[in-house]
Each structure stands twice: as structure tokens, then as C-alpha cells.
């Protein structure tokens, strides 16, 4: 849609034939400020705390328990309302009258318009997330929010490091596309990812492109508890140690950052686990063994 600026209208007024002066005038008097107005999209959530219901679009499998699933805007031309790094909220009733709540970080562009796309993963016992596997096309689940984690800003850091396990990927797959789509945006960004297997390892395609096409903004390392015998890996079989993060960590200073995401276990072993959303709680175990403390790191 073309934006026209006050003075190209008055220009475009003047150019206008005579003879076509008084329809030209009446088209112009009545055009919509919109179309000549580059006004935001529409926001699906806004943060009022109300539940919106979200049509499932589609769900596709990335591993044998991890699915990406694609829900429908209420409107195609409405954008998600997040900005990075945010969540929602997901619920469902059940048989007996009992809310089920859940937290998922989409991790579809926030500017993306008509839908919003997740990457869960399927837990034996997660009342959630059977309840989203078992939803079939146009099924609707509950959404609200967004409720922010960190507020990213332009170059905030000078350097990151960010630290994840199986779908703790999320919300550092939100500021690594954050940071590497904005040409203004020159933070460094080092990931260290750990998962179950090379088959599990989610979002690969995306990150290893992001990898290739900004070298020297950002690196990657793989871990995987095991690989197959005569399986092909570019990465590191075993634990994240601290000697592996010394290496890919820039040192804890006012110019850099440590973000941290994954299962319970990864959360004691590298950064100590929250004590609640509101409170961060000591930075423990690796980390701390490195240096840093909660003014070096975040949990989401």
C-alpha cells in the first residue's frame, strides 16, 4: 500500500485536470486514513485477560514426540500481539470441570499475520500436551496473554550466550531470529543445545540456516546424550561440562548475557532452577562455578 506524505498529495491535488477536478476531489475527501496512513496491524492479544479461542490450522511431526502445530488468528490480517521474548497461555477443560493451564512459546515471527506456530512436545503424564496431540484440524484450544519474559532491545548486549535443552529451544530460537533479522541489530549469539538424540534436536534446519547465513554473528554447538553407532553428528556426544562452556561463553561482564531454557535437570546442573516466575532465585552449579551471578543470567 503506497504511503503518501502531505506534500505529495497537495503535489498530486495540483496535477489533477480540471475537467476530472471535482470526482478526483470527492475520491480524495473520502479516502479512508488507512490507505494513505501506514497504520500497525491489528493484535489478536493485547494483555486484557481475556481467552481467545484459536482454530488448529495444522500439525506436523519433527520427532517421535514432538510435534509443530499452526493455529489460526481470528483474523488474517491481525499479527500475534507478542514481542520477544514472550508466551501464552494455553487451556482446556476437562470431563470433570477442571482448568488445565499451560505456558508455550510460539515461535513464529512476531510480525507474521493470520497465524501463530508452536513447536510441544508430548509428555507420558502432560495433561496439556496430550490434550494439543489429540486435537484434530479446526479443533479450537484456549489462548491468552502474551505474558513477557524479556524485553529484548536493539543491541541490549554486546555478546549472548544462550543455553538450551529439548523444547527450552523456544524462547532462544525467539531472540536468536530477533536479533539475526534485524540488520541493525549486531549482538554476537552463542548457542549451546542439548537433546536426546540427533533426531530430537528441534528446529535444526532453521538454526543450522541462520548459522550459515550470519558466521560471524552466530555459532552453534550440538550435544545429544547418544547417537546411533555409524550415525553421521556434528556435535558432541555427552553432558554440557563446564569445560565446554568455558569455551563458548564470553565471561560474565555488563557487556554480556546467559540465557537459560530446558528441563528441570539441565536448570541444576548449569544455572540452578527458578525459586518462582516472579523471582530468579542464585545463579548455582556451573555457572556460578564460572563466575557469574543473577546479574549475568536469565532463566526463562
Same mark, same amino acid.
Given at each position: 500500500m503506497?504511503?503518501?506524505s502531505?506534500?505529495l498529495?497537495t503535489?498530486?491535488?495540483?496535477?489533477?485536470?480540471?475537467?476530472?477536478g471535482?470526482?478526483s476531489?470527492?475520491?480524495?475527501?473520502?479516502?479512508?486514513t488507512s490507505?494513505?496512513?501506514n497504520?500497525?496491524a491489528?493484535?489478536a492479544f493485547t494483555?486484557?485477560d481475556?481467552?481467545?479461542?484459536?482454530?488448529?490450522?495444522?500439525?506436523?511431526s519433527?520427532s517421535?514426540?514432538?510435534k509443530?502445530?499452526?493455529?489460526?488468528?481470528?483474523s488474517k490480517?491481525?499479527?500475534?500481539?507478542?514481542?520477544v521474548?514472550?508466551?501464552?497461555?494455553?487451556?482446556?477443560?476437562?470431563p470433570?470441570?477442571?482448568?488445565?493451564i499451560?505456558p508455550? %512459546?510460539p515461535?513464529? $515471527?512476531v510480525?507474521?499475520k !493470520? @497465524?501463530?506456530?508452536?513447536?510441544?512436545?508430548?509428555? #507420558?503424564?502432560?495433561?496439556?500436551?496430550?490434550?494439543?496431540?489429540?486435537?484434530?484440524?479446526?479443533d479450537?484450544?484456549?489462548?491468552k496473554?502474551p505474558?513477557?519474559k524479556?524485553?529484548?532491545?536493539?543491541?541490549q548486549?554486546?555478546?549472548?550466550?544462550?543455553i538450551?535443552?529439548?523444547?527450552?529451544?523456544?524462547?532462544?530460537?525467539?531472540?536468536?531470529?530477533?536479533?539475526l533479522?534485524?540488520?541493525n541489530?549486531?549482538?554476537?549469539?552463542?548457542?549451546i543445545?542439548?537433546? %536426546?538424540?540427533?533426531? $530430537?534436536i528441534?528446529?535444526? !534446519? @532453521?538454526?543450522?540456516s541462520?548459522?550459515?547465513?550470519? #558466521?560471524q554473528?552466530?555459532?552453534i554447538?550440538y550435544?545429544?546424550?547418544?547417537?546411533?553407532?555409524?550415525?553421521?553428528f556434528?556435535g558432541?556426544v555427552?553432558?554440557?561440562?563446564?569445560?565446554?562452556?568455558k569455551?563458548?561463553?564470553?565471561g560474565?561482564?555488563?557487556?554480556?548475557?546467559?540465557f537459560?531454557?530446558?528441563?528441570?535437570?539441565?536448570?541444576?546442573?548449569?544455572?540452578?532452577?527458578?525459586v518462582?516466575?516472579?523471582?530468579?532465585?542464585?545463579?548455582t552449579?556451573?555457572?556460578a562455578?564460572?563466575?557469574?551471578?543473577?546479574?549475568?543470567?536469565?532463566?526463562f
Amino acid at each position: 500500500m503506497s504511503i503518501f506524505s502531505r506534500n505529495l498529495l497537495t503535489n498530486y491535488k495540483i496535477a489533477i485536470p480540471i475537467v476530472a477536478g471535482i470526482g478526483s476531489a470527492y475520491y480524495l475527501s473520502t479516502m479512508s486514513t488507512s490507505t494513505i496512513k501506514n497504520d500497525p496491524a491489528p493484535k489478536a492479544f493485547t494483555g486484557d485477560d481475556q481467552w481467545i479461542d484459536l482454530k488448529l490450522k495444522s500439525a506436523k511431526s519433527l520427532s517421535s514426540n514432538t510435534k509443530e502445530f499452526i493455529f489460526d488468528l481470528p483474523s488474517k490480517d491481525q499479527v500475534s500481539g507478542l514481542i520477544v521474548a514472550s508466551c501464552l497461555l494455553t487451556k482446556f477443560v476437562t470431563p470433570k470441570g477442571s482448568n488445565v493451564i499451560r505456558p508455550y %512459546t510460539p515461535i513464529s $515471527d512476531v510480525n507474521d499475520k !493470520g @497465524e501463530i506456530q508452536f513447536v510441544i512436545k508430548r509428555y #507420558p503424564d502432560g495433561k496439556m500436551s496430550n490434550h494439543i496431540f489429540d486435537l484434530k484440524e479446526n479443533d479450537t484450544l484456549s489462548f491468552k496473554g502474551p505474558i513477557l519474559k524479556w524485553k529484548w532491545e536493539e543491541n541490549q548486549f554486546r555478546e549472548i550466550t544462550l543455553i538450551g535443552g529439548g523444547t527450552g529451544i523456544t524462547p532462544l530460537y525467539q531472540l536468536i531470529h530477533k536479533i539475526l533479522t534485524n540488520p541493525n541489530d549486531n549482538t554476537r549469539i552463542s548457542l549451546i543445545y542439548g537433546s %536426546t538424540s540427533p533426531e $530430537d534436536i528441534l528446529l535444526k !534446519g @532453521e538454526l543450522d540456516s541462520l548459522a550459515q547465513t550470519h #558466521p560471524q554473528q552466530f555459532s552453534i554447538d550440538y550435544f545429544v546424550d547418544k547417537a546411533p553407532t555409524g550415525t553421521e553428528f556434528n556435535g558432541k556426544v555427552g553432558y554440557i561440562t563446564e569445560e565446554d562452556l568455558k569455551k563458548s561463553l564470553f565471561g560474565p561482564s555488563n557487556d554480556s548475557h546467559v540465557f537459560v531454557c530446558g528441563p528441570p535437570p539441565l536448570y541444576k546442573a548449569i544455572s540452578g532452577n527458578k525459586v518462582s516466575p516472579s523471582d530468579q532465585g542464585e545463579v548455582t552449579g556451573i555457572l556460578a562455578n564460572l563466575g557469574y551471578t543473577k546479574e549475568h543470567v536469565f532463566k526463562f
